[in-house]
Nanobody, 125 residues
Framework: QVQLAESGGGSVQAGGSLRLSCAAS????????MGWFRQAPGKEREGIAA???????TYADSVMGRFAISKDNDKNTLDLQMNSLKSEDTGMYYC???????????????????WGKGTLVTISS
């Protein structure tokens, strides 16, 4: 039984930083590709960053150079360090896991084995 739980969201000013965490249980994360996604109000969910079971990392163009994804296979956790935050980064952030490979810009919801419930990130100007 796979379960994912995000934490670390909050409200920060533009230019600030946040670190999100995703705790996975019920499976070994080393066997999965994992990623972070976000959804702004009224918008479609978009991929932000992904890391494969081998450690290959991809980012959306909008966050490249500002966000960093990392995975700890021993702890079954997935983190997202977010720096230089902008107002357009506001939204609900979700982590997801899949037995299939995916990238930040090449993914499909039907290939995801599990989603977390999300954590809210709000960036103020």
């Amino acid at each position: 039984q796979v379960q994912l739980a995000e934490s670390g969201g909050g409200s920060v000013q533009a230019g600030g930083s946040l670190r999100l965490s995703c705790a996975a249980s019920g499976y070994t994360s080393s066997d999965y590709s994992m990623g972070w996604f976000r959804q702004a109000p009224g918008k479609e969910r978009e991929g932000i960053a992904a890391i494969s079971s081998r450690g290959d990392i991809t980012y959306a163009d909008s966050v490249m150079g500002r966000f960093a994804i990392s995975k700890d296979n021993d702890k079954n956790t997935l983190d997202l360090q977010m720096n230089s935050l902008k107002s357009e980064d506001t939204g609900m952030y979700y982590c997801a896991a899949s037995r299939f490979w995916f990238s930040a810009n090449n993914w499909s919801s039907y290939r995801m084995d599990d989603w977390g419930k999300g954590t809210l990130v709000t960036i103020s100007s």
